[in-house]
């Protein structure tokens, strides 16, 4: 689970494509299953409200029983010595479903780019794509070359979080007492000139970063969308 496989996977209930996908990610399900051209099979296991999805060996096990032709995964971190993650339990998950799967694909914004997380989902070799918004940086792009790893710069840049997503899910942002999102950087640089005050919570967990302090105005250009 995650928010760029959540968005992923709006994106691709909007196309009404044939596809059957297995999912332990609930508001996955729940875009690909309103899909009718879609069959959406939800994982078994652990429900982690936090998380909104799946985990745990019942998960995996339930994973392991289909073959799949591609694995879409997210993660935390990606740097020249693999993909990482800051949830052990979710790791094993990604490790599951790329085990079951001719290709994995991996899904990261460039935010994600030289970010070391407390667990290794895999090395760069195990990855066959790797798509982002950008291209990444030197020394990490020449490691990908040569793991093999194909890297994709998205034609269409966008934020995680934006007006424009919660407009797309049918919510005027303007027109909310209270918004909360996930992506504090993202969400300021969007989001400031409207709001009357932002608050900053700082999460537990493996993220080293004081997200009250990252550079949230100062977004390469073409990554914001206007309002």
């Not at 690909?32 to 099979?41: D, E, F, M, S, V």
């Not at 939800?42 to 096990?61: I, K, M, Q, R, S």
């Not at 291209?135 to 007006?163: I, M, N, T, Y």
Request: glycine share 8%.
């Amino acid at each position: 689970c995650g928010s760029t496989t959540r968005l992923f996977a709006q994106m691709l209930a909007a196309r009404e494509l044939r596809l059957t996908v297995v999912t332990n990610c609930l508001p996955v399900a729940r875009a690909l299953g309103a899909n009718p051209h879609c069959r959406t099979i939800l994982c078994c296991g652990d429900y982690v409200a936090g998380e909104d999805g799946v985990f745990g060996t019942e998960a995996g096990d339930f994973i392991r029983r289909f073959k799949a032709n591609k694995a879409f995964i997210g993660a935390g971190g990606v740097t020249p010595d693999g993909v990482t993650d800051a949830d052990s339990s979710g790791c094993s998950i990604k490790r599951a479903m790329m085990e079951r799967s001719d290709r994995t694909i991996l899904l990261v914004d460039s935010s994600k780019f030289d970010v070391v997380q407390f667990e290794r989902v895999c090395p760069l070799t195990d990855i066959d794509t790797m798509i982002s918004e950008a291209a990444p940086p030197k020394r990490l792009a020449g490691r990908l070359d040569s793991a093999g790893v194909r890297v994709v710069v998205a034609s269409h840049k966008a934020q995680l979080a934006d007006q424009a997503m919660y407009r797309y899910v049918g919510i005027e942002p303007t027109e909310q007492a209270i918004l909360v999102n996930k992506s504090s950087v993202h969400f300021r640089a969007d989001f400031e000139p409207i709001a009357e005050k932002l608050l900053i919570c700082a999460a537990p967990g493996a993220m080293p970063a004081d997200t009250a302090a990252l550079p949230w105005t100062r977004l390469r250009p073409g990554i914001r969308i206007k309002p």
